[in-house]
Every structure is written in C-alpha cells, then in structure tokens.
C-alpha cells in the first residue's frame, strides 16, 4: 500500500547519489511534519540537514535522544529505546529511528514503542548486510565490520540483528499490513567514489539489489 498523500515516496524506489538524512529531511519538509523525535541522534545530523534544506520553510519542533550526552550536540532526553521512551502515546508527528533498531534484543518492541509515540509517521533505516561491500570484508577478512565482533566488554552500542534487504522488506510490509500503517521506502546505494561505480555496473547488469543497496528508509503512516 503507498501513502495518498502529494509528497508520497513510492515503494522500494532506488534512488542514486543521495543520502538517507537528505531524504527523510525533504520529506519531512514537504510533509509539514511539526514536531519530530530522533532517536539515536548523535551528532543531530538530521537536525542539521532539516534545516539547510528549509530554504524558508517551517522546521519542525526537533527532540534528539540517545543513550548518551554528545560532545558537539545537546541531547534533549538520554533514553533507551529498549526500556521505553518517556513519552505518552501519539505525542509527536513523527518517530525517527535511523540504523537503530538493528541494535536492540527487541527489534520488534522497538518497532511497537516508535509507532507508540507517533500520531502520523514512523521513520527508520536498516542496513543491508548483503551488500557486495560486506560480502568482499567477509570473504578476504573473515569479519564484516567492528559492530559486529563478539569483543569481550562490547556494551550496547552493537548490531545485534545481521539484517539483509528482502527480510527487512517483509518484515516490514508485514508490520504495516498488521497496523492497518502505509509503508513507502527509498532504498539507497552507498555511492561512494569507489563503490559507486561498482554499484551501478552490477545494476545494469540486473543483478538483485541485495549486491548494490546499502540502506533502506522506511517510512509507515498512520490512517488520518
């Protein structure tokens, strides 16, 4: 199902040389979304791009969250999604999670809590962990990426999920269908110098997207 909103995005469209903060910030802008938290903010990143891309344009009321205070960004509230965000029900227009959910024992329980809080949007991305990038550091290296290591004292900022693009896919159309939500996605190649190139030959060349998409944003819609 595709949202019937004008600034809908399609689903699963593949989209070159951009970024998940440049279009989950357009979309928002388009959208007239008033207030929004981000969880996992980090560097308020998405913050930041919200407002160069404004252009004039009403930002909405921004809350960053995360399990820690940030050296170069005020975090408005250090939670853990995990444990329940402290907010009541439907108190933002929009729920952000980008490249979290895959880091929480409760994938499915992060999930409830962000459409939880939300009263229009739920926003995340995941990474594909079978991109050809990852698949090459498996096969020379014999491990994909620090994150991924059994390092004794890892704490909780690890992937605990190895997340892969038709399982994400799925998983959550099947979230939506359940919650009555519409669901949109962007899937987006890493498109860097050296990897961009690479990326588009093996899409020419039809090879499934699981070898050239890096992330995937979803985005979910409440019934208005």
């Not at 491990?143 to 994400?168: F, S």
């Amino acid at each position: 199902m595709v949202m019937s909103t004008a600034a809908t995005l399609p689903v699963n469209e593949l989209r070159w040389g951009t970024d998940k903060y440049v279009e989950l910030s357009d979309f928002i802008l388009a959208n007239d979304v008033a207030s929004l938290i981000d969880i996992g903010c980090r560097n308020g990143v998405l913050c930041t791009t919200i407002e160069q891309r404004a252009q004039g344009r009403p930002v909405p009321s921004y809350f960053g969250m995360d399990l820690g205070p940030h050296e170069e960004f005020h975090v408005s509230s250090v939670c853990d999604l995990s444990a329940g965000l402290p907010l009541p029900d439907g108190s933002v227009d929009m729920a952000v999670a980008l490249d979290v959910i895959e880091h929480l024992d409760d994938f499915h329980g992060g999930l409830e809590e962000l459409h939880r809080v939300s009263s229009r949007y739920i926003a995340v991305t995941l990474p594909n962990m079978a991109h050809g990038l990852m698949r090459t550091k498996f096969f020379f290296r014999g491990r994909i990426g620090g994150k991924y290591d059994l390092a004794y004292g890892y704490g909780k900022d690890r992937h605990r999920w190895l997340t892969v693009l038709p399982q994400t896919d799925r998983y959550l159309a099947d979230f939506a269908r359940e919650r009555g939500l519409s669901l949109s996605s962007i899937r987006l190649p890493l498109s860097g110098p050296r990897t961009g190139p690479v990326e588009r030959a093996l899409s020419l060349l039809r090879f499934d997207p699981t070898w050239y998409v890096w992330v995937t944003l979803y985005i979910l819609e409440k019934p208005q």
